[in-house]
Protein backbone atom coordinates (compact mmCIF):
# COMPACT_ATOMS: atom_id res chain seq x y z
CA UNK A 1 0.00 0.00 0.00
CA UNK A 2 1.37 3.52 -0.72
CA UNK A 3 0.73 5.90 1.43
CA UNK A 4 2.21 9.41 3.31
CA UNK A 5 3.62 9.93 6.49
CA UNK A 6 1.39 11.20 8.75
CA UNK A 7 4.09 14.00 9.07
CA UNK A 8 3.17 14.78 5.39
CA UNK A 9 -0.52 14.24 5.93
CA UNK A 10 -0.37 16.71 8.54
CA UNK A 11 1.99 19.13 6.81
CA UNK A 12 -0.94 19.31 3.43
CA UNK A 13 -3.77 19.77 5.94
CA UNK A 14 -1.79 22.80 8.28
CA UNK A 15 -1.20 24.38 4.27
CA UNK A 16 -4.40 23.61 3.32
CA UNK A 17 -5.62 25.83 6.41
CA UNK A 18 -2.83 28.40 5.84
CA UNK A 19 -4.24 28.60 2.00
CA UNK A 20 -7.75 29.27 3.04
CA UNK A 21 -6.31 32.89 4.31
CA UNK A 22 -2.89 33.38 2.30
CA UNK A 23 -2.04 36.51 3.53
CA UNK A 24 -2.10 35.92 7.09
CA UNK A 25 1.20 34.79 9.40
CA UNK A 26 -0.36 31.80 11.85
CA UNK A 27 1.56 31.37 14.63
CA UNK A 28 2.16 27.05 15.36
CA UNK A 29 0.27 27.06 18.25
CA UNK A 30 -2.76 28.86 16.53
CA UNK A 31 -2.15 26.68 13.36
CA UNK A 32 -1.64 23.06 16.00
CA UNK A 33 -5.19 24.31 17.69
CA UNK A 34 -6.91 24.85 14.64
CA UNK A 35 -6.03 21.38 12.43
CA UNK A 36 -5.96 19.23 15.97
CA UNK A 37 -1.90 18.66 16.08
CA UNK A 38 0.46 18.69 18.98
CA UNK A 39 2.08 22.18 18.87
CA UNK A 40 5.80 20.44 18.67
CA UNK A 41 4.47 18.42 15.55
CA UNK A 42 2.88 21.62 14.01
CA UNK A 43 6.62 23.26 14.75
CA UNK A 44 8.59 21.04 13.44
CA UNK A 45 6.44 21.04 10.49
CA UNK A 46 6.35 24.61 10.05
CA UNK A 47 10.19 24.74 10.24
CA UNK A 48 10.67 21.94 7.22
CA UNK A 49 8.42 23.86 4.96
CA UNK A 50 10.24 26.93 5.83
CA UNK A 51 13.23 25.26 4.49
CA UNK A 52 12.00 24.52 1.75
CA UNK A 53 10.68 27.49 0.87
CA UNK A 54 7.06 26.93 0.83
CA UNK A 55 6.92 29.40 3.91
CA UNK A 56 8.46 32.36 5.03
CA UNK A 57 9.07 33.01 8.61
CA UNK A 58 8.15 35.98 10.34
CA UNK A 59 9.98 37.06 13.13
CA UNK A 60 8.01 39.45 15.98
CA UNK A 61 5.58 40.00 18.58
CA UNK A 62 3.01 39.03 15.70
CA UNK A 63 5.38 36.75 14.19
CA UNK A 64 4.82 33.21 12.90
CA UNK A 65 4.81 31.56 8.82
CA UNK A 66 2.72 32.65 5.62
CA UNK A 67 2.59 31.14 2.59
CA UNK A 68 5.75 31.78 0.47
CA UNK A 69 3.78 31.77 -2.47
CA UNK A 70 0.05 32.54 -3.88
CA UNK A 71 -1.47 29.01 -3.07
CA UNK A 72 -2.32 28.45 -6.57
CA UNK A 73 1.81 28.23 -6.82
CA UNK A 74 1.70 25.42 -4.79
CA UNK A 75 1.24 21.92 -5.39
CA UNK A 76 0.66 19.25 -3.13
CA UNK A 77 4.05 17.58 -4.56
CA UNK A 78 6.13 20.26 -3.36
CA UNK A 79 4.61 19.67 0.13
CA UNK A 80 5.52 16.05 -0.07
CA UNK A 81 8.52 16.53 -1.62
CA UNK A 82 9.47 19.04 1.06
CA UNK A 83 8.35 16.29 3.79
CA UNK A 84 9.47 13.06 1.93
CA UNK A 85 12.04 13.78 -1.04
CA UNK A 86 11.57 12.94 -4.43
CA UNK A 87 7.94 11.77 -5.02
CA UNK A 88 8.68 7.98 -6.61
CA UNK A 89 7.49 4.58 -6.44
CA UNK A 90 10.56 2.36 -6.21
CA UNK A 91 13.87 3.59 -5.15
CA UNK A 92 15.28 3.33 -8.96
CA UNK A 93 12.69 5.80 -9.98
CA UNK A 94 14.40 8.39 -7.84
CA UNK A 95 18.21 7.55 -8.26
CA UNK A 96 20.45 5.13 -10.69
CA UNK A 97 22.57 2.38 -8.99
CA UNK A 98 20.28 1.88 -6.15
CA UNK A 99 19.57 -1.69 -7.32
CA UNK A 100 21.33 -4.32 -8.72
CA UNK A 101 19.01 -5.56 -10.98
CA UNK A 102 18.09 -1.89 -12.31
CA UNK A 103 19.58 -2.10 -15.91
CA UNK A 104 18.23 -5.77 -16.51
CA UNK A 105 15.10 -5.42 -14.55
CA UNK A 106 11.77 -5.99 -17.02
CA UNK A 107 9.38 -3.87 -14.92
CA UNK A 108 11.92 -1.09 -14.36
CA UNK A 109 10.75 1.45 -16.95
CA UNK A 110 7.00 0.94 -16.24
CA UNK A 111 7.94 1.94 -12.62
CA UNK A 112 9.54 5.13 -14.06
CA UNK A 113 6.54 5.80 -15.92
CA UNK A 114 4.00 5.22 -13.25
CA UNK A 115 6.43 7.21 -10.70
CA UNK A 116 6.10 10.08 -13.33
CA UNK A 117 2.62 9.94 -13.82
CA UNK A 118 1.94 10.24 -9.80
CA UNK A 119 4.18 13.40 -9.82
CA UNK A 120 2.11 14.55 -12.66
CA UNK A 121 -0.97 14.61 -10.52
CA UNK A 122 0.40 15.61 -7.19
CA UNK A 123 1.87 18.67 -9.38
CA UNK A 124 -1.43 19.25 -10.91
CA UNK A 125 -3.33 19.56 -7.54
CA UNK A 126 -2.43 22.88 -5.97
CA UNK A 127 -3.29 24.18 -2.18
CA UNK A 128 -5.88 26.20 -3.90
CA UNK A 129 -7.22 23.17 -5.32
CA UNK A 130 -7.43 21.70 -1.59
CA UNK A 131 -9.55 24.31 -0.33
CA UNK A 132 -12.32 24.04 -3.25
CA UNK A 133 -15.31 22.53 -2.37
CA UNK A 134 -15.22 18.85 -4.12
CA UNK A 135 -17.81 18.04 -6.00
CA UNK A 136 -19.29 15.45 -3.81
CA UNK A 137 -19.53 17.86 -0.99
CA UNK A 138 -21.06 20.21 -2.80
CA UNK A 139 -23.76 17.16 -4.38
CA UNK A 140 -24.55 17.07 -0.16
CA UNK A 141 -24.71 20.60 0.46
CA UNK A 142 -27.10 20.79 -2.24
CA UNK A 143 -29.27 17.79 -1.15
CA UNK A 144 -28.91 18.74 2.29
CA UNK A 145 -30.70 21.80 1.66
CA UNK A 146 -34.12 22.01 2.13
CA UNK A 147 -36.61 22.10 -1.01
CA UNK A 148 -38.58 25.49 -1.64
CA UNK A 149 -41.51 25.72 -0.09
CA UNK A 150 -44.51 25.40 -2.54
CA UNK A 151 -47.33 28.35 -2.59
CA UNK A 152 -51.23 26.84 -2.37
Known amino acids: ?60 ARGGYMLARPPEQISIADVIAAMEGSVALTECSVHLGLCPQEFRCPSRNNWLRLSQMVRNVLTGVTLADMTAPSPATLGRAQSAAPAPLKTL
Open 1 to 60: MLRLSKMTDYSTVIMSYMATRPWEVFSAAELAAAVGVAATTASKILKTLARHDLLRSVRG
